[in-house]
């Protein structure tokens, strides 16, 4: 069974720094994916991440994903408040053929300024 | 384009009783997956339907049942509610094309308080 971990689960930080949220997943997985979720709202695709090596970026934030690791980041550079969210990764496995998504807990961002 | 819907937003339930939540999908996506989100477990995967069939189910108890229609349209069902049922029931909505398959469109949720 995929289970999905994520470090930390709370990340308290300043404005202007960088920082890293880990994505460790137990077995073979051909996606990965990162959500956003502001308090009180829904998740947000942010990136998705298909193959080994994949880097995406948006902004300040990229994600990479290492298969053979089982690992996935998501770099947060010179932070802003507007990025204080709770971050989900998740990945995607194929029981019989068909894609299931199993999430991690979250990493709670908060930007202090 | 419209999102994902979810109706209703609230609900409150006593213990026993049973609720149905309904999601509508973003035109054109086929598969419908449903999660529960709590504060101590995060987000757990309910089951997932795509053109009516139910294709994956979570480790959740029978009493947690769902249906898609033809149209894609997916309703919920928990039957006896429990105190623990309390929760976000959100719903995803996918069906893409090439790299962006499969990326979930979440909907605003419904919060269930059983009391």
């Known amino acids: 069974e995929l289970k999905v971990e994520q470090n930390p689960l709370f990340l308290s930080m300043q404005e202007g720094k960088n920082y890293t949220i880990y994505c460790n997943y137990s077995?073979?997985?051909?996606?990965l994916y990162w959500y956003r979720q502001d308090p009180g709202k829904s998740l947000e695709s942010l990136f998705v991440?298909?193959?080994?090596?994949a880097v995406k970026q948006e902004g300040r934030l990229m994600a990479s994903l290492d298969t053979k690791a089982r690992l996935s980041t998501l770099h947060i550079t010179a932070a802003v408040h507007d990025l204080s969210a709770t971050y989900f990764c998740?990945?995607?496995?194929?029981?019989?053929?068909?894609?299931?998504?199993?999430f991690g807990i979250g990493t709670k961002l908060q930007v202090i300024p | 384009k419209a999102g994902v819907t979810q109706t209703p937003r609230y609900l409150i339930k006593t213990r026993g009783q049973q609720v149905t939540l309904s999601c509508s999908p973003i035109?054109?996506?086929?598969?419908v997956s449903w999660y529960q989100q709590t504060p101590g477990q995060g987000l757990q995967f309910l089951f997932e339907?795509?053109?009516?069939?139910q294709r994956n189910k979570g480790n959740f108890p029978g009493r947690f049942s769902g249906r898609q229609f033809s149209n894609s349209r997916s309703e919920m069902n928990v039957s006896t509610l429990e105190l623990g049922d309390s929760a976000l029931y959100l719903c995803?909505?996918?069906w893409g094309t090439g790299e962006k398959k499969n990326i979930q469109y979440f909907g605003a949720g419904t919060r269930l308080s059983v009391l």
């Open positions: 995803a909505s996918s």
């Open positions: 077995t073979t997985s051909d996606r």
């Open positions: 991440l298909l193959s080994n090596g």
């Open positions: 998740a990945a995607g496995s194929l029981p019989g053929g068909y894609q299931k998504v199993t």
């Open positions: 035109s054109g996506h086929r598969s």
């Open positions: 339907y795509f053109s009516e069939t």
